[in-house]
């Protein structure tokens, strides 16, 4: 990967980071988390339009490969965060982060299935490894709430298959040569909005009716930051994802920067997070990972 894109990488993941600590702010004050996540996304396809260079030609361009930008929609926004938000109600946040976390093994897994050019191979693999013990250690002092065992696999199991629907989506991305003649922002805006669409119907059916008048401002603000976030964050990611030099597996190594981001974060923001042996010993870990990852990739080029 050039200097760019890792740059974009590390830019999205950064911003991916701060999306729990928005997401927790928005819930608390508006318990309806389908329909609070179809809000941010249509507003997250909206944001975007504003700097459609050229409405005639990105409409025409979408409605020339619509199957494929459904689908786009449908894993990468409404089944990703359907799973991702209901799993995250069922079980521990560690638990959580250490699910989502490992994306990058699951890229490299489903990559190694799906991609005849993206094998793994043992230094690959072992480098993903090292990034997976830096997560675990990570969110060892986060602590495991008391719930039932069915209950916390039937979310680590939504958890799972919102993570691999997210790789699967990168893929299709990626690999689609129908969607390298849209523009990345031009998809992102419209699967964004598909996708909100999606879950905000979702929420009508399973939550009723939505009611976000007169909440507080911190609603307001992290619904509108959630919102930016999605719209930058993304439209970096499937630029990245429409560059043939790009692997899937390799870009979702920078995925393990997410969690470390959040811990970070917290520390910044929540007067009861520090840092303490466990967390920085991950830290450490995953940024070896990745050094351990694309020296392999260096050296194999």
Not at 160 to 165: L, M, R, V
Not at 208 to 218: E, V, Y
Request: aromatic residues 12%; charged residues 10%.
């Amino acid at each position: 990967m050039k200097m760019s894109h890792v740059s974009g990488a590390v830019v999205a993941c950064l911003l991916w980071s701060t999306a729990f600590a928005a997401v927790k702010l928005g819930l608390e004050d508006y318990s309806k988390p389908f329909t609070f996540a179809g809000i941010r996304f249509i507003i997250s396809g909206l944001l975007l339009l504003p700097f459609w260079s050229d409405y005639r030609a990105g409409f025409k361009s979408v409605a020339g490969c619509y199957q494929t930008v459904l689908l786009t929609a449908f894993f990468n926004t409404f089944v990703l965060y359907a799973l991702f938000f209901k799993g995250l109600d069922l079980v521990p946040g560690a638990v959580a982060a250490i699910v989502t976390g490992a994306a990058p093994l699951i890229a490299a897994v489903m990559g190694h299935f799906l991609m005849p050019e993206e094998r793994l191979s043992r230094g690959k693999f072992f480098a993903v490894m090292v990034g997976m013990c830096g997560l675990v250690l990570i969110t060892l002092n986060k602590g495991y709430a008391d719930r039932p065992a069915s209950t916390q696999l039937a979310g680590i199991a939504m958890l799972f298959a919102a993570s691999c629907s997210s790789v699967f989506g990168n893929i299709l991305v990626s690999k689609t040569s129908s969607l390298s003649a849209i523009n990345p922002l031009v998809l992102n805006s419209v699967q964004l909005f598909l996708g909100g669409l999606g879950l905000l119907l979702l929420g009508l059916v399973w939550e009723g009716a939505p009611d976000i008048m007169n909440r507080s401002s911190a609603f307001y603000l992290a619904l509108l930051w959630l919102s930016l976030l999605s719209a930058v964050a993304f439209s970096i990611w499937f630029a990245l994802l429409t560059q043939p030099e790009v692997k899937v597996s390799d870009l979702n190594q920078w995925k393990f920067l997410v969690p470390m981001f959040g811990a970070a974060f917290s520390w910044l923001i929540l007067p009861d997070e520090h840092p303490g042996f466990h967390t920085i010993s991950g830290m450490a870990l995953i940024v070896t990972a990745l050094l351990l990852y694309y020296r392999r990739r260096a050296t194999s080029s």
